[in-house]
């Protein structure tokens, strides 16, 4: 297949006063609380975005439309420089940008014998360095290499400073094209707003309705409280997971693993969940069985054979995990909103949940999705993420980045952002798939699922002194999304459901 330049979508809109209008907003303006919060010691955190390609990476091609496109955006093309005038808090000023000091292109060896292996080494030297503040605080690494799933792979690393997650898809998704349309935008999949109660019902619409705004009150008050409590003593229970402080600072070594996305979409059908509460069902199960075996392991009395509970009891293991605080997208406003580049919003316009975790070995594997769907229920009904949010912003002010930063008591960090929904291709490159996480998180262990045409990726980035298997974990997560849905079709719960 050969690639090519993309071309413009033509659009009504005036792009260069958008892009003025962006960059004017941008140009000296101080970072936001929560970018500030990613450059703290123990949560220097750096977004890494591996892409895999079905074809090999022509790299005059791939410069050439960054020039017309990532460098539009004023966070790609500006500084973090110091402000005396306001006590050396960083702000942003734009610069002019030589593409040389963020594409590199390694010299690889086409005929070496492990290329997988070669790729996850490359990114975990990368998770050991940081990208100089004298340049805008991004890089592109290009490697020409076949490995098993893809013919050659690209690596973005991107200061956390720049953008959250869903942000960061928006502008990926603006350089891209459906691969069965190169001039149609792909599309993300939106979750359809809920349907509004009806208006009749008298008293008791009213009363629930005042039922429901007391129930948000009341979780967000109680969450608002352990959060605190966590803030202060309440750490999570020693396993062979969870991390010491300071451990923000290691390297890390990042794997990842596709499963079928329509057999999460058959779990979730059958249990009229979401898909966020399938993969946290999954992720429960799977760090059951994990620690379950490490605890066997230490065992003298052939505690580890299989079947055995080796786990102790009341394991509190909780995530860290990130809510979009956006508003409500259609398909027609992401659409318009990823025309340009430069219409993309970026910045850190996210909130955070302790998500707590049910570890135990269930004779019912449905149960770790009806654990995870009614976590995720009382969530939504609490002001939890917006409230972290806006303490960014409040203690920073007044307490400095001690109270401010994010919490080291969880054991993991846990993120779910939805890919496109079909096939695309980045600057005339298919894409085979897209691996998206962090380093520099204070903790020992992140897990990142991302979705992608027909398939969901499983990412986890790990300390490999705490989780030294990186690779069992994730068949441990394959096992447990094959185990949950055998027992969906065993009970026979997809029989009256459209699947």
């Known amino acids: 297949m050969r690639t090519r330049a993309i071309k413009p979508i033509q659009t009504a809109k005036n792009v260069e ?21 990613f450059h703290e010691p123990d949560s220097n955190v750096y977004i890494i975005i591996i892409i895999g390609f079905q074809t090999k990476i022509n790299p005059e091609v791939m410069r050439a439309n960054l020039g017309n496109t990532l460098l539009k955006h004023p966070r790609f093309s500006s500084l973090q420089v110091p402000d005396e005038k ?13 593409l040389d ?23 975990s030297n990368l998770s050991k360095t940081k990208i100089s503040m004298s340049i805008p605080m991004w890089d592109l690494h290009l490697l020409n290499i076949k490995t098993s799933n893809a013919e050659s792979v690209g690596i973005l690393r991107v200061h956390h400073s720049i953008g959250d997650g869903t942000s960061l898809m928006s502008l990926f998704m603006s350089f891209t094209r459906k691969a069965s349309d190169p001039e ?22 009213h009363f629930i309705k005042l039922f429901s705004v007391l129930l948000i009150y009341w979780n967000t008050l109680v969450d608002v409280v352990m959060f605190l409590i966590t803030i202060f003593f309440l750490d999570d229970t020693k396993t062979p997971l969870k991390g010491p402080l300071g451990v923000g600072s290691t390297p890390r070594r990042i794997v990842h693993r596709t499963v079928s996305l329509e057999d999460v979409k058959l779990v979730k059908n059958a249990m009229n969940a979401t898909i966020n509460d399938v993969m946290v069902g999954v992720t429960q199960a799977a760090l059951s069985r994990y620690l379950n075996r490490k605890y066997g392991e230490n065992k003298k009395d052939g505690g580890g054979a299989e ?13 860290t995990s990130f809510v979009n605080l956006r508003p409500y997208l259609g398909n027609e406003s992401v659409a318009e909103k990823t025309e340009s580049s430069s219409n993309v919003r970026l910045g850190n316009l996210i909130g955070y949940v302790l998500l707590p975790f049910t570890i135990a070995l269930r004779e019912d594997a449905l149960d770790y999705v009806r654990s995870a ?4 229920k009382r969530k939504k009904a609490s002001l939890e993420a917006i409230y972290t949010y806006f303490m960014a912003k409040t203690f920073l002010k007044l307490f400095g980045t001690k109270l401010a930063s994010f919490p080291t008591q969880t054991t993991l960090w846990f993120s779910n952002v939805a890919g ?3 096939e695309i291709t980045l600057y005339g490159h298919q894409v085979a798939y897209i691996a998206p996480t962090c380093f520099g998180q204070p903790n020992a262990l992140m897990i990142h699922v991302v979705s992608y045409a027909n398939k969901m990726n499983i990412i986890l980035s790990v300390d490999e002194g705490i989780v030294p298997d990186p690779h069992q974990l994730c068949h441990d997560l394959e096992e447990s999304l094959k185990l949950i849905k055998d027992a969906v079709i065993y ?3 997809v029989d009256c459901r459209v699947y």
């Open 17 to 37: 006063n958008v892009l003025s209008s962006s960059s004017a907003d941008e140009e000296q303006q101080p970072l936001s609380p929560m970018a500030r919060m």
């Open 86 to 98: 306001h006590g050396g808090q960083l702000k942003w000023v734009r610069t002019e940008v030589d």
């Open 101 to 123: 000091n963020h594409v590199k292109i390694p010299t690889i060896d086409p005929n070496m014998d492990f290329p997988d292996m070669y790729v996850e080494d490359y990114v």
């Open 184 to 205: 149609a935008l792909p599309t993300l999949p939106i979750s359809k707003k809920q349907k509004p109660c009806s208006s009749s019902g008298g008293l008791l619409q």
């Open 307 to 319: 079947g055995n509970s080796n786990l102790p009891k009341n394991i509190r293991l909780r995530a």
């Open 373 to 376: 769907k009614a976590t995720g």
């Open 420 to 422: 496109p929904s079909e």
């Open 491 to 493: 009970k026979g719960l």
